[in-house]
T-cell receptor, first 113, second 113 residues
Framework: DQQVKQNSPSLSVQEGRISILNCDYT??????FLWYKKYPAEGPTFLIS?????DKNEDGRFTVFLNKSAKHLSLHIVPSQPGDSAVYFC????????????FGSGTQLTVLP | NAGVMQNPRHLVRRRGQEARLRCSPM?????VYWYRQLPEEGLKFMVY????????ESGMPKERFSAEFPKEGPSILRIQQVVRGDSAAYFC???????????FGPGTRLTVT
């Protein structure tokens, strides 16, 4: 029973345009959602997070939106750059489960020059 | 570089041998998490440790796998009598004071032949 789902395994976007990565969840008992970026042969790099009491968080080119009624969150990257090409994971964090992260399966973003 | 360090980066073992994976957390971090990523999948939580204590090992296989985080030295993930299905990337993450933000190391890629 996958609690965090990323239904799009891949996404291609033109440089300069917006990239939208999506994530759905089933368990509403989370404290934070986090987005990580991962390059091949490297560990995940923390990008941005959002608290369960917020519906938006912004950091530079990255904005995360949380829609609790739809149990959906999305990561917007504007403008997209070739260096953004990587696998993006969403993950939830719950105090009740010792802060272990539950990851989605990832979305491969390719930004075309 | 004060990031999370893992070694070795690559490890090849024959079936039946033991694998030892090491993780040194970021300076000032006393919480360590281990995750495993199988091919084409997201990261899966294995175990959460603080110095000298296992806090949550709900993601660890019941047999052959063990973890420790001694008072001095790195955290160790130990896999005894490895099998081909243990081939994966093993990531260590650390956090400060059970913060929801976890910072990942580069991973150890274990190949069992």
């Amino acid at each position: 029973d996958q609690q965090v789902k990323q239904n799009s395994p891949s996404l291609s976007v033109q440089e300069g345009r917006i990239s939208i990565l999506n994530c759905d969840y089933t368990n509403s008992m989370f404290d934070y959602f986090l987005w990580y970026k991962k390059y091949p042969a490297e560990g995940p790099t923390f990008l941005i997070s959002i608290s369960s009491i917020k519906d938006k968080n912004e950091d530079g080119r990255f904005t995360v939106f949380l829609n609790k009624s739809a149990k959906h969150l999305s990561l917007h990257i504007v403008p997209s750059q070739p260096g953004d090409s990587a696998v993006y994971f969403c993950a939830d964090s719950r105090r009740s489960s010792a802060r272990q992260l539950t990851f989605g399966s990832g979305t491969q973003l390719t930004v075309l020059p | 570089n004060a990031g999370v360090m893992q070694n070795p980066r690559h490890l090849v073992r024959r079936r039946g041998q033991e694998a030892r994976l090491r993780c040194s957390p970021m300076k000032g971090h006393s919480h360590v998490y281990w995750y495993r990523q199988l091919p084409e999948e997201g990261l899966k939580f294995m175990v959460y440790l603080q110095k000298e204590n296992i806090i949550d090992e709900s993601g660890m296989p019941k047999e052959r796998f063990s973890a420790e985080f001694p008072k001095e030295g790195p955290s160790i993930l130990r896999i005894q009598q490895v099998v081909r299905g243990d081939s994966a990337a093993y990531f260590c993450a650390s956090s400060r004071d059970n913060s929801y933000e976890q910072y990942f190391g580069p991973g150890t890629r274990l190949t069992v032949t």
